[in-house]
């Protein structure tokens, strides 16, 4: 990005992501496991406005916003510590989250924030921070941000931080059921490590057919090969999950997975038309917070325009 002059707000829409294919190595030395992390961005929004600020703040409105830490804990406001610090300045900046992707739902919300902060407060403060830069600075808040950043479709290898951007062939539709409560993902990871104790856990690595149906944009072959190795342990932790991922399947999904570390389930189905019949019985259900349709892949963090140039 080239240096600009400072805008006085600057609003950044960012999406959620789906995992497709999650593998998981043995846990590392430093506490990560490796990932074989084939992700997709899908078109659930939060937005991250920043704004001139005497200090750091955050806000936040939404669903689930009572959830969201507004301290300096939230990885929003640490992406602006960080990029503010890079750049020998305060992190003097109001940034208001406003929420759309369930909170600790397995959809990457807060690093979505934390990609989203990183591009705001860049295009507020003229920093002209290169791509590659935020990216860096992406990995270092964590695993899912540089994702957040690049949407699209992307294979995550190491923590799922190192991506290498894929070709997609198509749109994809998916429904997502929220569950109600949160999983935490570090209590996901340690159910994991506890269910495959005493186990050859596999080096993981992307199942070529799954990248060659997101090539082709085929929703068929895409359904057969999906795969979360924390869906065990999400499981575990959350049974009734299974009844949900039942219940869509049920209803004429081509495929049901936990996304990512839960608990949102996301159902693969083959068009419109599905996703309608999909969501009416995971609503009957009355087990499922939201219920909510989009399509992937769909681009990562984007600056808005202002309202005159709208």
């Not at 909170?103 to 507020?124: K, P």
């Not at 995550?156 to 999983?183: C, I, K, N, P, Q």
């Amino acid at each position: 990005m080239t240096a600009t002059s400072p805008r006085t707000a600057v609003t950044v829409r960012v999406p959620a992501k789906v995992n497709v294919q999650l593998a998981v190595g043995e846990v590392r030395p430093d506490g990560f496991h490796d990932l074989a992390n084939v992700f997709l961005a899908v078109g659930l929004y939060d937005e991250v406005t920043a704004t001139p600020a005497d200090a750091l703040r955050v806000t936040c409105e939404g669903p689930d916003a009572a959830q969201v830490p507004l301290d300096r804990t939230n990885l929003a406001a640490r992406a602006a510590e960080l990029l503010a610090a890079r750049h020998g300045r305060e992190p003097a900046v109001h940034l208001h989250i406003a929420k759309d992707i369930p909170v600790a739902g397995g959809m990457a919300g807060g690093s979505a924030d934390a990609a989203a902060a990183l591009v705001a407060c860049d295009a507020l403060w003229g920093t002209g921070a290169s791509r590659a830069e935020l990216l860096a600075l992406c990995a270092e808040l964590g695993s899912d941000v540089p994702f957040s950043l690049l949407g699209g479709a992307a294979l995550g290898t190491g923590r799922g931080e190192r991506l290498r951007h894929l070709e997609v062939g198509g749109t994809f539709t998916w429904v997502f059921a929220a569950a109600d409560g949160g999983l935490s993902t570090p209590a996901v990871y340690r159910e994991f490590d506890r269910l495959t104790a005493g186990t050859d856990i596999p080096l993981p690595h992307a199942v070529p057919e799954l990248l060659d149906a997101l090539y082709t944009g085929d929703a068929v072959a895409l359904a057969a090969h999906l795969e979360n190795d924390l869906q065990p342990a999400a499981l575990s932790l959350m049974p009734s999950l299974a009844d949900t991922l039942a219940v869509g399947r049920e209803a004429g999904a081509l495929a049901a997975l936990v996304s990512g570390s839960g608990p949102t389930t996301a159902f693969l189905v083959k068009d419109e038309e599905s996703a309608g019949v999909v969501t009416e019985a995971l609503r009957a259900t009355g087990r499922c917070r939201t219920v909510r349709t989009a399509t992937s892949p769909v681009p990562g963090a984007t600056v808005l325009p202002r309202p005159a140039e709208s």
